[in-house]
């Protein structure tokens, strides 16, 4: 088992992002703008690999957001007015911020989602790779009522076609070599917050579709493909500028997610009282294991080693050490503009990561 991980994300370079607001302005062209793409992604791979981390990503340096792979890879989005979410500061205050995009259309693929993103990766590191996508129901942020019944009657409907088009795109990675596939699920970690439930109901999606079908439609998604890739659900409470979406305990979650997804392995923001106590982990299935995210990507302070092992050994209370792993508690970047650290803090969370990680483990031999 790897016990040194990387959620996904990490901070785009100037070079990146200067580079994709040039192309936005038509500055410059696709063969240039991919240029500096590559080398970006060239970096991303050199900071893990000398942190020691075990298995790395592309830090996600081709989506402007963590999950923007479908718009932009799709048509059926677009900039829709008055479509908000609500995020906190560490402090916990609000502050209100657009959706990118709203669903207008039926959603009509132009291109694979992340097919590029790992035939890239895949040729450029020789350790173990793993690509992110958004579980189906975090699509649920781009459903406006009033709006996207054009497209579809229902939500229900999107969310089918959402279903079938990420089980298309699993099926093509894996035919690719991809034997590690994320599901990103923010919206699972917003749903423990009666804030954020009551912000899905008005768009048309009820606490209990959102966790009973959602797992559903992740484990349609795996379905038949158990035996040939390791799959994983990355839960965290929302990330972006060092903010959060959500606060609470897995409590009201864990039975209703832990037990039925089909995923293996468990990605679990775990980084401050935000996300509760270990207590939950002892309803993780023994089929299953946890890679505990208690390093924070929110926060400039490096965590020390000796308070990384005390907090592995309390959720080792709950469920064996030997199905313990450690990462960040999300990504450096969810979205390009990333979190307020820079980039010598992310090598060191990164470094620590591995560093404890190894120290509690060993050195991972590679597999998953």
Partial sequence: MLRAENVGSLLRPQELLDARAALAAGKIDQRAFKAVEDRAVDYCIQVQEEAGIDIVTDGEMRRNVFASQLVQASEGFERIEDNYVDWFDMEGNRQRDPVTVGLTG???????????????????????????????????????????????????????????????????????????????????????????????????????????????????????????????????????????MARGGYDAIARRVFQRCAASLLLLEYDDDRSGSFEPLAEVPEDKAVVLGLISTKRGELETPDALVRRINEAAQHIPLDRLALSPQCGFASVASGNHLGFEKQAEKLKLTADVAHGVWGTSAGTH
């Fill in 106 to 244: 039926k959603i009509r693929m132009k291109r694979r989602l992340s097919a590029e993103e790992f035939t890239y990766l895949r040729a450029r590191t020789d350790k173990p790779t793993k690509m992110t996508i958004p579980s189906p129901t975090m699509y649920a942020y781009y459903w406006v009522p009033g709006i996207s019944e054009a497209a579809y009657p229902h939500p229900a409907a999107y969310m089918a076609d959402v279903t079938d088009i990420l089980r298309d795109e699993v099926a093509e990675l894996i035919r690719l070599g991809c034997d590690y596939i994320q599901f990103d699920a923010p919206e699972l970690g917003m749903l423990i917050d009666p804030h954020q439930q009551e912000w899905f109901r008005a768009k048309g999606f009820e606490t209990d579709y959102m966790l009973d079908d959602g797992i559903d439609m992740i484990n349609a998604v795996i379905a038949g493909h158990e035996s040939d890739a390791t799959f994983a659900l990355h839960i965290c409470r929302g990330n972006d500028a060092n903010r959060y």
